[in-house]
């Protein structure tokens, strides 16, 4: 026999600790399979660098000056060829698969014998830590956008006791919205990532660069930045999937009266 109880005139059942244990099996197993598909995000990007490796000599002298181009050397920045390094970076940086800036050390790690045409974008996130006063503010707020996104994930997976025309709270806001708030918290870095490329172009101009090879690079840099677009997008899509299945294998459901018979509403 299942106990029901009323609220606000209506009659509800209440569903079960097996139901709840059915929709996080189901909202862990969409979530994941959303989360599976951002390989594919970046498969555009990887492939479009591979093909910029043979030319990597256009772009290697002016980027190698890059960094007192846009006047960061009079503020400590300097280009490490991870080529060169033994240990203390992992293979990506040593193979020229990845390259990043590092603010605590104020240091751009590359593979500059591979690929250079990507050391623009990397001095784009010095001049944000450096002379950016937004880009600053964004760079601190990845982190912590990245934590949200993982609580949203968490949040999705809570209980919904109460019935859905219940007075809602901050509590249950924020679990009906957790896909986007997810979505969000990825934002900061998707804005400082295009900040970072914009201003790599610009100081790739003032090196030098020609307007064809200049637009290699923006094609680069746009299949770059749809890598972490796409992170943010999968992201709110798995959260926010797996607080629909939630809601619907937690939140009690109405009984209706219909000529004698009861239906589920």
Avoid at 9 to 23: A, E, H, M, R, V
Avoid at 70 to 93: C, Y
Avoid at 241 to 255: C, L, N
Wanted: hydrophobic content about 40%; glycine content about 10%.
């Amino acid at each position: 026999m299942v106990n029901s109880f009323y609220y606000d005139g209506n009659q509800y059942i209440p569903k079960t600790q097996g139901d709840s244990t059915k929709g996080f099996i189901l909202a862990s197993i969409a979530s994941s399979a959303i989360m599976g598909t951002l390989p594919i995000c970046g498969k555009p990007f990887e492939r479009q660098l591979s093909k910029e490796i043979p030319n990597n000599h256009l772009y290697k002298d002016a980027f190698l000056k890059s960094v007192e181009t846009a006047g960061l050397d009079s503020k400590g920045v300097s280009i490490v060829p991870a080529q060169r390094l033994a240990v203390g970076v992992g293979a990506d940086f040593i193979e020229g698969r990845n390259a990043c800036y590092v603010p605590t050390t104020k240091q751009i790690i590359i593979n500059t014998d591979k690929i250079s045409i990507a050391g623009f974008h990397e001095v784009g996130h010095a001049l944000n830590h450096q002379t950016g006063k937004i880009g600053k503010v964004l760079q601190k707020l990845r982190g912590p956008g990245y934590a949200l996104a993982g609580l949203m994930g968490t949040i999705a997976l809570f209980s919904r006791p109460k019935p859905k025309d219940a007075p809602r709270s901050g509590g249950d806001f924020i679990r009906d919205n957790c896909g986007k708030i997810a979505f969000l918290g990825w934002m900061p870095t998707v804005i400082e990532e295009a900040m970072a490329s914009y201003k790599g172009v610009k100081v790739a101009r003032k090196s030098g660069i020609a307007e064809p090879l200049i637009k290699n690079m923006k094609k680069l840099y746009a299949k770059a930045l749809l890598t972490y677009a796409g992170r943010a997008t999968a992201t709110g899509l798995a959260v926010g999937a797996a607080s629909m299945i939630m809601e619907k294998f937690t939140r009690p459901q109405r009984v209706e009266e219909d000529d004698g018979f009861y239906l589920f509403g």
